[in-house]
């Protein structure tokens, strides 16, 4: 097996990925890097994701690097112009070239004695090689690519249509005038069906529970006037920092005054759509807002399909499948050409990529996450997972940077790594992310800890992250700084 030496290795050339290079090639442009991505194609998730409407669920100018101003006019964008986005920021920091596409991570192990990961890739070229590398990034996101969720449905063989999930939309499918049911209620669901109803006969929306919806124009009117009168950058900034702190105080008044918040939802969304509409069975959660998160629908395009008679919500559970489409519990039947089983994603930590610290597997269900980057007793690896009620973008640029001041730090003292130990105290034992979401609800056995205080705890905010990663220092009573003879625990 041919081998090969870097200082870090990245793993994804998303968004994540492509930040985390650019913090290293700006702010530690001596060392060596590689991103590993599995795909042919920079853009992860946005180069993944290809069925009809596929857009951003936040807006762009926070979702966007803080290194690169969006320029489109959309602020929520559509997905060719993020792939766009995406090759571009690549390409003007010339970060392609560090990139080896269509090679996948199949293992990555630690030893103390030599600081060095050695990490497992597989490509069809060059066949099996080991990469060894001082730090650990990986930036793959937290699903898996190779399948989304697909829950056990009774007489899915007996359906005589097109059964498809948006994770894998074949390119050449023609859906035009067809009657189509779209399973689910998440984000996915919420971009689907209005863009599904441009060409369809109908699209029904079938949901077991309501989610909260809410309309926000596409076009941002104060980025658009700041954009107008001054310098792109500045422009760019006041906007990004404009949306941050509207999108925490919303987030905040939300926890705070959930009764006014739901009132708020419903009667935004009764404004847009027929008088009569039954509200509080298709539009009205039983949970709190942002107790998952919120879906948009910019320029209330799916609320604005409903009021056009192109598409129906349905509240209701699938008894079952049967040639012609679907039977339901009420008793009610949904006839369909083409089925869309918009029933979510499946979380997969690390990639489900083996890891080993000396010897020992490493499983992160009982670990515990360190400022939301790293779990104790795992030496120099880190992970970029965003926000669950903002912007994935805002986290990531701050752990990109903060993993930048870390390898400074040990360049400048003199270690040759670092690891997360936990206090000899008790901290709790609270689950990762709080959000009920089906997705979080079903890997929660799978995942890593919070504790319950810093730097253990994810309080999910921007402005006390940015304090932390991207301010506070980086030696603290929780992180043990070593040499190469020292053991890692």
């Given amino acids: 097996m041919s081998s090969e030496s870097v200082d870090v290795i990245i793993v994804g050339a998303g968004v994540s990925g492509i930040g985390a290079a650019y913090y ?3 702010r530690l442009p001596h060392l060596r890097y590689t991103v590993i991505e599995a795909r042919d194609h920079i853009g992860g998730t946005w180069d993944l994701f290809r069925y009809p409407g596929i857009r951003s669920d936040s807006d762009m100018y926070t979702f966007g690097f803080k290194f690169k101003p969006w320029v489109y006019e959309q602020a929520i964008s559509p997905g060719e112009q993020i792939r766009a986005y995406l090759n571009d920021a690549a390409d003007e920091h010339d970060i392609r070239p560090h990139i080896q596409f269509a090679t996948r991570v199949t293992a990555a192990s630690w030893r103390s004695d030599v600081a060095r990961w050695s990490v497992t890739a597989e490509s069809a070229d060059l ?24 829950p056990a449905i009774d007489g899915l063989s007996d359906f005589g249509g ?7 939309w074949p390119t050449d499918y023609d859906y035009a005038d067809q009657r ?33 919806i809410v309309a926000k124009p596409s076009v941002d009117p104060i980025a658009r006037f700041f954009q107008r009168w001054l310098p792109t950058s500045l422009a760019y900034g006041l906007t990004r920092w404009k949306n941050v702190l509207a999108s925490q105080f919303l987030f905040w008044f ?30 009205n959660p039983d949970y ?50 083409l089925v869309v089983m918009a029933t979510g994603l499946q979380i997969e930590i690390f990639g489900d990529i083996p890891v080993h610290v000396d010897g020992t597997m490493i499983n992160p269900s009982e670990r515990y996450c360190y400022k939301g980057m790293m779990i104790n007793g795992v030496p120099n690896m880190a992970f970029s997972i965003g926000y669950s009620n903002a912007s994935w973008t805002l986290k990531s640029d701050l752990v990109g940077e903060y993993v930048c001041r870390l390898l400074r730090h040990l ?3 003199g270690y040759d790594y670092c690891v997360p130990e936990l206090p000899d105290e008790p901290i ?62």
């Avoid at 099996?128 to 399948?147: D, L, N, T």
């Avoid at 097109?162 to 894998?168: C, D, W």
């Avoid at 005054?257 to 009569?276: E, G, H, N, V, Y």
């Avoid at 598409?311 to 009610?332: N, P, W």
């Fill in 180 to 212: 189509v049911v779209v399973v689910g209620s998440g984000a996915t669901a919420v971009t689907l069906v209005p863009a599904l109803a441009e060409k369809a006969a109908h699209v029904t929306m079938l949901q077991r529970s309501p989610t909260y």
């Fill in 254 to 283: 939300a926890r705070r005054f959930p009764d006014l918040t739901r009132r708020s939802i419903k009667d935004k969304a009764r404004a847009l759509l027929p008088k009569d509409y039954d509200l509080d069975r298709h539009l």
């Fill in 127 to 150: 066949g099996v090689r080991s990469i060894e590398c001082r730090f650990f990034f990986f930036c793959g996101g937290y699903y898996r690519y190779a399948q989304g969720h697909q």
């Fill in 411 to 413: 360049e400048r003292s």
């Fill in 162 to 168: 097109k059964i498809i999930h948006p994770q894998h």
């Fill in 24 to 26: 290293l090639k700006t």
């Fill in 288 to 337: 709190a807002p942002w107790d998952q998160r919120i879906c948009l629908a910019p320029d209330g395009d799916l609320f604005r399909t409903i009021a056009d008679q192109k598409a129906t919500i349905v509240t209701d559970q699938i008894r079952t499948f049967t040639k012609t489409g679907i039977e339901l519990v009420s008793g009610g039947t949904l006839a369909a050409d």
């Fill in 428 to 489: 709790g034992d609270e689950p990762l992310m709080a959000f009920t979401s089906g997705y979080i609800e079903r890997a929660r056995a799978n995942m890593p800890k919070q504790g319950d205080r810093k730097p253990w705890k994810l309080y999910q905010n921007y402005f006390l992250d940015r304090l932390t990663l991207g301010w506070g220092r980086v030696t603290d009573r929780a992180m043990r700084f070593c040499h190469k003879s020292e053991p890692s625990s």
